[in-house]
């Protein structure tokens, strides 16, 4: 058999490395594309939680001319009002992963042997207003997601990018990115939230 004929049994060092520049080189293009799409995602799927848990919220201040609010003190945290809208008529239809934000760091709450559930402080990406009435005129913000790098202890989760998806009282929902000028005196500086919700 010719020599020059004979068949290789692997690839060469140079060869080897040729494929895995090719390789670093497709990976540096998507993955950055991949993760904006990611993220743009989850700002879709954050806005659709927000929109699907508005009906229910100005169903039930149609009829008790507010929206779900913990009276019990004068700032209630999101979660202990948003379990009187839940356990409300206008409520019992919301599902736990609603009160999830995909960019978030709640985990979904579980329902118990009745079919419903309780939210807490771990179950909920989910700020909410502590207005005592329903308002009228101009749209009031409603709810929003978290911006947990204001307030979990160095961590690097600032949920969507910097910004946050803001719900306002006549159904819209528009991002504000949190180092916005623009925004000053709308976004609390001890919470990271807009001015009058309750984490």
């Given at each position: 058999?010719?020599?020059?004929?004979?068949q290789?049994?692997?690839?060469?060092?140079?060869?080897?490395?040729?494929?895995?520049?090719?390789?670093?080189?497709?990976?540096?293009?998507?993955?950055?594309?991949?993760?904006?799409?990611?993220?743009?995602?989850?700002?879709?799927?954050?806005?659709?939680?927000?929109?699907?848990?508005?009906?229910?919220?100005?169903?039930?201040?149609?009829?008790?001319?507010?929206?779900?609010?913990?009276?019990?003190?004068?700032?209630?945290?999101?979660h202990?009002?948003?379990?009187?809208?839940?356990?409300?008529?206008?409520?019992?239809?919301?599902?736990?992963?609603?009160?999830?934000?995909p960019?978030?760091?709640?985990?979904?709450?579980?329902?118990?042997?009745?079919?419903?559930?309780q939210?807490?402080?771990?179950?909920l990406?989910y700020?909410?207003?502590?207005?005592?009435?329903?308002?009228?005129?101009?749209?009031?913000?409603?709810?929003?997601?978290?911006?947990?790098?204001?307030?979990?202890?160095?961590?690097?989760?600032?949920?969507?990018?910097?910004?946050?998806?803001?719900?306002?009282?006549?159904?819209?929902?528009?991002?504000?990115?949190?180092?916005?000028?623009d925004?000053?005196?709308?976004?609390?500086?001890?919470?990271?939230?807009?001015?009058?919700?309750?984490?």
């Amino acid at each position: 058999m010719n020599d020059g004929l004979r068949q290789r049994d692997g690839f060469t060092l140079v060869e080897l490395l040729v494929v895995i520049s090719i390789i670093a080189i497709i990976a540096g293009l998507v993955v950055p594309a991949l993760l904006q799409g990611r993220g743009e995602a989850w700002k879709i799927q954050c806005t659709n939680n927000l929109k699907q848990v508005y009906p229910a919220a100005t169903a039930y201040a149609d009829k008790k001319y507010e929206f779900p609010r913990d009276k019990s003190v004068d700032e209630p945290l999101a979660h202990d009002s948003l379990n009187i809208l839940l356990r409300s008529l206008q409520g019992r239809s919301l599902e736990p992963k609603l009160f999830k934000c995909p960019a978030g760091e709640a985990s979904i709450a579980q329902v118990d042997e009745d079919d419903k559930f309780q939210l807490d402080e771990d179950t909920l990406d989910y700020s909410w207003t502590i207005v005592r009435r329903k308002p009228t005129g101009k749209a009031q913000v409603l709810s929003s997601d978290k911006y947990y790098k204001e307030y979990n202890d160095g961590d690097e989760h600032e949920g969507h990018e910097g910004m946050l998806q803001v719900l306002f009282t006549d159904s819209a929902v528009v991002s504000w990115e949190v180092e916005d000028p623009d925004l000053e005196g709308r976004i609390d500086e001890d919470t990271g939230l807009p001015v009058g919700l309750g984490r």
